[in-house]
Structure formats: structure tokens, C-alpha cells
């Protein structure tokens, strides 16, 4: 089992390696396949592991889903 600090260094963690898909608008597959893929496996990630902690993830600009929901 890990501990809340080890799950709050691995959100550290994925939220810096993933930042330049995350600080960046949605990305679909006619938008841009390879980033949309990345930013939903960092989201992913992220999700369950803010889960684990009983609390809500923080939006990221690849949240605004109003470019791909036209």
C-alpha cells in the first residue's frame, strides 16, 4: 500500500512529465492524435490517483472541451 505522500509525489510526478500536453488545449484525433492519447492517459492517471485521495483533480487547459464539442 502507498502512502498519501508517495501518491502526492507520483501526481508531482506525472503532472510534470505531462505538462506540455496538459497546459495545452484538447487534442482529438482529427486535432491531434499522439497528444490527445497523451493527455488522456495523464488525465487518467491522474483521476484515479486524486481518487485515491478522496478529492477532485485540478483542470488543466486540456479540460476545455468548448474547441471539440462543436
Not at 508531482?12 to 496538459?22: A, C, D, N, R
Request: hydrophobic share 35%; with cysteine; charged share 30%.
Amino acid at each position: 500500500m502507498k502512502t498519501e505522500q508517495e501518491i502526492r509525489q507520483e501526481i508531482e510526478k506525472i503532472t510534470e512529465s505531462y505538462k506540455h500536453v496538459l497546459d495545452c488545449g484538447p487534442a482529438t484525433v482529427e486535432i491531434n492524435a499522439p497528444r490527445g492519447l497523451m493527455q488522456l492517459a495523464a488525465v487518467s492517471k491522474l483521476d484515479a490517483l486524486y481518487w485515491v485521495l478522496s478529492e477532485k483533480r485540478p483542470k488543466f487547459a486540456c479540460d476545455d472541451d468548448s474547441k471539440t464539442n462543436q
